[in-house]
């Protein structure tokens, strides 16, 4: 049972050790809205599992653009959620709230979250919680939640790709690009990317997608008409927006499904919509974060059935450009601001 005071304890569900929890953490948080430099450390407040959910002792959390657009002023938590960023992680249960005992002490979980990553305790929902496969490190873990349950309601739910149909990912080497073309081989797609030089396309291509285009040097709407004999594509997972927006839809085959999940070119464009029509394309899109704790559990039951056998026999794996300690998050925040491959991962001691 969880309590509050100047220490909780609580009983390993696994070794019978008992667990002190401390009243306070160490945890990242934003001196004001602006760049790396309002990233500081600080002492706060253990969060407290509520109903439904459960303490985690974090071993690892995800560096996602999100923290960093939220950074930046523009991407505030929903009301109710903690304002410490970090939006995955990784760690063993050390506590229960009511009604949390799907989950027990010394558990070792990977999750999704709503904020509070960064730092070294967390509450999680438990719907969100999902068993970390023996082959995966806790830092791998930790780069798990946030890209594979995007790419999976988004590409696979929303778009509904199917095995034969052939996917563009624009950002293929991108946390979220690297687990597209994964998910997307995996599931019998043809995969084919954009990324920003050579050696980021051969990384895709190392991964299985079966053509990276450099954007800087091909025009990608070209590529496609030749890759597909001029059918184009079933689905394109969008992240950029912007001029990308009408030569998605050129690119788009009959009955094909435009989904965008950011827009770093920028969110307007000038569109001509009769292409569209003619093409009986759909446009959609969605964001993660607000969603209630039922839908991402949803998602969650979706990825247990579906992925974590894909995890768990390594065909399918996190790409981890890069591990930070804990007290090196601008560092961490910065790298994926760069010329990266795959996810950014914080530690914990």
């Known amino acids: 049972m969880y309590r509050t005071g100047d220490f909780a304890a609580t009983r390993n569900g696994q070794t019978g050790m008992t667990v002190e929890i401390p009243a306070t953490m160490k945890a990242i948080i934003y001196d004001g809205s602006g760049g790396s430099e309002v990233v500081k450390t600080a002492s706060v407040p253990v969060p407290q599992p509520s109903v439904g959910e459960v303490l985690v002792k974090v071993h690892a959390a995800g560096v996602n653009r999100p923290d960093l657009l939220q950074r930046a002023g523009g991407y505030p938590p929903p009301p109710g959620a903690s304002d410490i960023p970090g939006l995955e992680i990784s760690g063993e249960v050390i506590a229960n709230g009511p009604d949390s005992a799907d989950l027990k002490p010394g558990d070792r979980i990977m999750a999704l979250v709503t904020g509070g990553g960064y730092a070294e305790y967390c509450a999680v929902p438990v719907p969100q919680a999902l068993p970390i496969p023996e082959r995966l490190s806790m830092a791998a873990a930790a780069a798990v939640p946030e890209t594979f349950f995007t790419v999976w309601t988004n590409v696979f739910q929303r778009s509904r790709l199917q095995a034969g149909e052939t996917l563009l990912v624009h950002g293929g080497a991108s946390g979220i690009g690297t687990t597209a073309i994964q998910l997307g081989q995996a599931r019998g797609a043809r995969v084919f990317v954009t990324a920003g030089s050579d050696d980021r396309c051969l990384a895709c291509e190392d991964l299985g997608a079966e053509r990276g285009i450099n954007y800087r040097s091909e025009d990608f709407v070209e590529v496609i008409n030749d ?106 925040q910065d790298a994926i601001d760069g010329d990266h491959i795959g996810k950014v991962v914080l530690t914990f001691n």
């Open 227 to 332: 890759l597909t004999k001029g059918r184009g594509v079933d689905v394109i997972l969008d992240m950029v927006g912007g001029s990308y927006i009408p030569k998605n839809i050129k690119a788009l085959a009959m009955e094909g499904r435009i989904c965008f999940i950011a827009f770093l070119g920028g969110p307007k464009a000038d569109v001509n919509f009769g292409t569209l029509m003619m093409k009986r394309g759909t446009i959609t899109g969605s964001t993660l974060r607000a969603r209630s704790v039922n839908e991402k559990g949803k998602i969650a039951e979706e990825l247990r059935r579906e992925v974590l056998p894909l995890l768990e026999s390594g065909r399918v794996k996190p790409v981890i450009f890069a591990q930070y300690p804990f007290d090196e998050a601008a560092a961490a």
